[in-house]
């Protein structure tokens, strides 16, 4: 009887991990019909990370109102683990919460997140772990400063809104009536880009959440200057640390606040106890929405191949769309397939239940293959 292990990344815009897994599981199974097959859901700090880890620790949820990226109240969720409480980006800042017509960088603001944070540690949380991919914002983190109590300063002293536009106006922070993290925070980054330069958050995320040309140069001044503001008051140097451009410049300013950045796949990837299942595995599936470059630094599927190799066991990748490429090709993986067919637009592959066939699919062309 043979095992398998899906432990695949949401298919974004269609499919959550768990979704994904179990439609590969369903294909596998009409043709290894005595195979046993186990879904680990699996993520790399983006949206649905706080999913995984309540999943994985069997933790609870709790409700809060906080800002959106617009300044709406909303309710957004973080999950309790213990005295951990975990929560995403996304569910406050995130580029699904506003229509394309709101999505604009240069008015999105990360307040909700730091609403979220003060309201886990006020509540009685010990540490926060914070997944931050996803975000519509690209404010530097500074309406995450705000949403902790820290006022935001122009040269004559008043109060400013922090987000995109505002960065270049701000001077000075006030910490009197703030909520310190220390070190009880820990950001898990999805991507090791510094704040500012050619891999920075202004020049490599904001034109994907909406901005200009002239936007992003205007975002990476802006960047900068808040960069000196915040590391002035501080004390911690902030803008060439990996992560520090994750979620706009969230993970940059966490940091300077005390927080560690750790690579998110590598920590969920612990955190389940993939290892532990892949021991007597006789092959593990991985995969994302699209596998690319990208996908040899430090994504989920790059994780999963690593741990798959420690132990000895071949693994496979599955992308909506894949694009081959010297990185991909050297990697490592048993086998590379491709969900979507090529004749597919990517609106009809994106559907549920379209993206759940396909994966079917590809899960019974592997177990025809490998049997």
Request: with cysteine; charged share 25%; glycine share 14%.
């Amino acid at each position: 009887m043979k095992k398998v292990v899906i432990a695949t990344d949401s298919f974004k815009g269609s499919l959550s991990s768990l979704e994904a897994g179990d439609a590969l599981r369903c294909g596998l199974l009409s043709v290894w019909k005595d195979a046993r097959v186990k879904v680990v859901a699996v993520a790399d700090g983006g949206e649905g990370t706080a999913e995984v880890l309540v999943a994985s620790c069997r933790g609870e949820w709790r409700e809060v109102e906080c800002s959106d990226p617009l300044g709406r109240r909303i309710v957004a969720r973080y999950g309790l683990c213990g005295t951990t409480a975990v929560m995403d980006v996304a569910a406050a800042a995130g580029y699904t919460l506003l229509s394309p017509e709101e999505r604009n960088p240069m008015v999105a603001s990360s307040r909700g997140v730091g609403e979220l944070i003060a309201t886990a540690l006020r509540s009685g949380a010990e540490s926060v772990c914070i997944g931050v991919g996803g975000s519509a914002t690209c404010d530097g983190g500074a309406g995450l400063l705000q949403g902790l109590g820290y006022e935001l300063l122009d040269r004559d002293g008043r109060v400013i809104r922090g987000c995109g536009e505002s960065l270049l106006r701000i001077e000075s922070i006030c910490s009197d009536r703030a909520v310190a993290i220390d070190g009880r925070v820990k950001v898990l980054a999805d991507v090791d880009n510094p704040l500012c330069g050619e891999r920075g958050a202004a020049r490599v995320f904001a034109p994907q959440k909406g901005a200009t040309p002239e936007q992003v140069e205007m975002l990476e001044r802006g960047l900068r200057h808040f960069a000196e503001v915040v590391e002035r008051h501080f004390g911690r140097p902030m803008s060439e640390v990996e992560g520090a451009g994750a979620a706009g410049g969230i993970g940059g300013t966490l940091y300077a606040l005390g927080a560690t950045i750790v690579r998110g796949a590598e920590a969920v990837v612990e955190a389940v106890g993939l290892e532990r299942e892949l021991q007597d595995a006789d092959l593990v599936i991985t995969g994302e929405g699209r596998i690319d470059s990208q996908t040899t630094m430090g994504k989920v599927a790059s994780e999963v191949l690593r741990v798959g190799r420690k132990v000895g066991v071949d693994v496979v990748a599955v992308g909506g769309s894949v694009v081959r490429c010297h990185e991909v090709d050297e990697c490592g993986f048993a086998a590379i397939y491709v969900a979507t067919p090529a004749d597919m637009t990517l609106r009809e592959a994106l559907r549920k239940e379209v993206a759940t066939a396909n994966l079917q699919r590809i899960g019974a062309e592997i177990a025809r293959k490998w049997s």
